[in-house]
């Protein structure tokens, strides 16, 4: 029971650039969420779903676009990529929306 | 969406019981109040959860009162080892949204 995965844990883009970043649950969860966090500060909201074929904004969604095409995996994609992006991106899910949160174990973005 | 303020940071030394407060100025009839403790460079993780009076597992004690305005965690004989940040949650519908969270640091 791996919980959930996060793939790649560490990128190096340039200005520019696009990138996908996959998290993958195998618990079943119909929730998963986005977050990043900047140094020294906490989580904000990117992007969330609440079920396979969903997905709805946080409160930093500009800059990003997710899709849950599969019940298990959500993907979060920087088209353009800017330095402003440069953070440590969780992913996140639950089973409902008032349960545990289980996180992944993040990924590094850096753009240069 | 209920929203929260928490303390920015707290020091204690081993062996205290800590209590964090945390405020929940408009929070909802059907929104739990979660807490989460997150040590660097790891995502959070679940301490705990309840919706009024009080809850306790093996890690905390969450306290929270009739108006559910307020709730408190409390860490019992804490350690070095519970030096993280701990983020209050008030969520509801399906958005979870992570405040700033209490940085405490534990001294020896």
């Known amino acids: 029971n791996a919980g959930v995965t996060q793939t790649p844990k560490f990128r190096v883009l340039k200005t520019g650039q696009s990138m996908t970043l996959l998290c993958a649950q195998d618990m079943n969860h119909e929730y998963m969420y986005w977050y990043r966090q900047d140094p020294g500060m906490g989580l904000r909201l990117i992007h969330y779903s609440v079920g396979e074929g969903t997905t709805a904004k946080g409160e930093v969604p500009d800059g990003y676009n997710v899709s849950r095409l599969k019940k298990q995996n959500f993907l979060l994609g920087l088209e353009s990529a800017a330095p402003s992006q440069t953070s440590v991106y969780f992913c996140?899910?639950?089973?409902?929306?008032?349960?545990?949160?289980?996180f992944g174990e993040g990924s590094r973005l850096t753009v240069l | 969406l209920a929203k929260t303020t928490q303390p920015i940071s707290m020091d204690s030394y081993e062996g205290q019981e800590v209590n964090i407060t945390c405020s929940h100025n408009?929070?909802?009839?059907?929104?739990?109040i979660t807490w989460y403790q997150q040590f660097p460079s790891q995502g959070p993780r679940f301490i705990i959860q309840?919706?009024?009076t009080k809850v306790t597992n093996e890690v905390a004690s969450l306290f929270i009162p009739a108006d559910r305005k307020s709730s408190t965690l409390s860490l019992p004989r804490v350690s070095l080892s519970d030096t993280a940040v701990y983020y209050c949650l008030g969520h509801r519908d399906d958005k979870i949204i992570f405040g700033k969270g209490t940085r405490l640091h534990i001294l020896p």
């Open positions: 408009n929070i909802a009839t059907n929104d739990y």
């Open positions: 309840g919706y009024k």
């Open positions: 996140a899910s639950t089973y409902y929306n008032t349960g545990e949160l289980f």
